[in-house]
Protein backbone atom coordinates (compact mmCIF):
# COMPACT_ATOMS: atom_id res chain seq x y z
CA UNK A 1 0.00 0.00 0.00
CA UNK A 2 2.94 2.36 0.51
CA UNK A 3 6.12 2.90 -1.38
CA UNK A 4 9.68 4.41 -0.13
CA UNK A 5 12.07 5.73 -2.29
CA UNK A 6 15.57 7.49 0.07
CA UNK A 7 17.86 10.31 -1.33
CA UNK A 8 20.05 12.66 -0.63
CA UNK A 9 23.07 10.11 0.62
CA UNK A 10 26.78 10.77 -0.47
CA UNK A 11 29.82 11.50 0.82
CA UNK A 12 30.49 14.10 3.39
CA UNK A 13 32.95 14.92 5.57
CA UNK A 14 33.08 14.88 9.36
CA UNK A 15 31.25 17.87 11.30
CA UNK A 16 29.12 18.49 7.77
CA UNK A 17 25.47 17.98 6.93
CA UNK A 18 23.45 16.14 4.95
CA UNK A 19 19.55 15.83 3.96
CA UNK A 20 17.59 13.40 3.31
CA UNK A 21 15.12 12.79 1.45
CA UNK A 22 11.90 9.93 1.55
CA UNK A 23 9.31 10.35 -0.51
CA UNK A 24 6.34 8.36 -0.38
CA UNK A 25 3.33 6.81 -2.36
CA UNK A 26 -0.14 5.60 -1.17
CA UNK A 27 -3.61 7.22 -0.11
CA UNK A 28 -2.65 6.19 4.06
CA UNK A 29 0.72 7.83 3.85
CA UNK A 30 -0.58 11.19 5.93
CA UNK A 31 -1.64 8.94 8.68
CA UNK A 32 0.79 6.57 9.15
CA UNK A 33 4.20 7.07 11.68
CA UNK A 34 7.37 7.28 9.35
CA UNK A 35 11.26 6.98 10.46
CA UNK A 36 14.87 6.32 9.70
CA UNK A 37 17.00 3.30 10.51
CA UNK A 38 20.34 2.82 9.10
CA UNK A 39 22.52 -0.11 8.98
CA UNK A 40 26.53 0.13 9.65
CA UNK A 41 28.88 -2.86 7.74
CA UNK A 42 28.82 -5.85 10.06
CA UNK A 43 26.18 -4.58 11.97
CA UNK A 44 22.33 -4.97 12.61
CA UNK A 45 19.61 -2.69 11.49
CA UNK A 46 19.25 0.02 13.70
CA UNK A 47 16.09 3.13 14.98
CA UNK A 48 17.81 6.22 14.05
CA UNK A 49 14.73 8.47 14.05
CA UNK A 50 10.89 8.20 14.38
CA UNK A 51 7.84 10.64 13.82
CA UNK A 52 4.12 10.27 14.32
CA UNK A 53 1.58 10.33 11.70
CA UNK A 54 0.51 14.16 12.60
CA UNK A 55 4.21 15.00 12.82
CA UNK A 56 2.92 15.36 17.21
CA UNK A 57 5.53 12.86 18.57
CA UNK A 58 8.82 12.45 17.91
CA UNK A 59 11.89 10.17 19.11
CA UNK A 60 15.27 9.66 18.76
CA UNK A 61 18.24 7.25 19.06
CA UNK A 62 20.66 8.64 21.99
CA UNK A 63 23.61 8.68 19.35
CA UNK A 64 21.62 11.06 17.41
CA UNK A 65 20.16 13.20 19.73
CA UNK A 66 20.85 17.18 19.23
CA UNK A 67 22.06 16.24 15.75
CA UNK A 68 19.37 15.09 13.62
CA UNK A 69 16.16 16.17 13.08
CA UNK A 70 13.35 14.50 11.23
CA UNK A 71 10.31 16.42 9.49
CA UNK A 72 7.80 15.30 7.35
CA UNK A 73 5.58 17.29 4.83
CA UNK A 74 2.25 15.13 4.56
CA UNK A 75 1.36 17.41 1.46
CA UNK A 76 4.51 16.74 -0.19
CA UNK A 77 4.42 12.83 0.81
CA UNK A 78 7.51 13.32 1.98
CA UNK A 79 9.35 12.95 5.49
CA UNK A 80 13.02 14.22 5.51
CA UNK A 81 16.19 13.52 8.32
CA UNK A 82 18.55 16.75 9.05
CA UNK A 83 21.87 15.24 9.72
CA UNK A 84 23.85 18.23 11.57
CA UNK A 85 27.63 17.73 12.56
CA UNK A 86 27.90 14.50 11.13
CA UNK A 87 30.35 11.50 12.29
CA UNK A 88 32.28 8.93 10.96
CA UNK A 89 30.00 6.60 13.26
CA UNK A 90 27.11 7.49 11.27
CA UNK A 91 28.24 5.77 7.98
CA UNK A 92 25.53 3.56 7.22
CA UNK A 93 22.76 2.68 4.56
CA UNK A 94 19.87 4.74 6.00
CA UNK A 95 16.16 3.14 5.42
CA UNK A 96 13.44 5.19 5.42
CA UNK A 97 10.26 3.37 6.80
CA UNK A 98 6.81 3.50 7.06
CA UNK A 99 4.46 2.22 9.85
CA UNK A 100 1.58 -0.48 8.75
CA UNK A 101 -1.21 0.78 11.06
CA UNK A 102 -2.91 3.87 10.91
CA UNK A 103 -2.91 6.77 13.29
CA UNK A 104 -0.06 5.49 14.52
CA UNK A 105 2.94 7.51 16.66
CA UNK A 106 5.88 5.00 16.53
CA UNK A 107 7.38 2.30 14.40
CA UNK A 108 6.52 -1.20 14.39
CA UNK A 109 8.36 -4.35 14.05
CA UNK A 110 6.80 -5.04 10.70
CA UNK A 111 7.04 -1.61 8.69
CA UNK A 112 7.31 -0.89 4.92
CA UNK A 113 10.64 -0.58 4.06
CA UNK A 114 12.95 1.84 1.16
CA UNK A 115 15.49 0.76 -0.70
CA UNK A 116 18.17 2.53 1.16
CA UNK A 117 20.57 5.62 0.52
CA UNK A 118 24.76 5.48 0.93
CA UNK A 119 26.20 8.29 3.83
CA UNK A 120 29.71 8.09 4.22
CA UNK A 121 31.05 10.53 6.36
CA UNK A 122 35.50 10.74 6.20
CA UNK A 123 37.39 11.75 9.35
Known amino acids: QVQLEESGGGLVQAGGSLRLSCAGS????????MGWFRQAPGKEREFVASIGWNGANTEYADSVKGRFTISRDNAKNSVYLQMNSLKPEDTAVYYCAAETGVFSHVIGSNPFWGQGTQVTVSS
Open 26 to 33: GRTFSANA
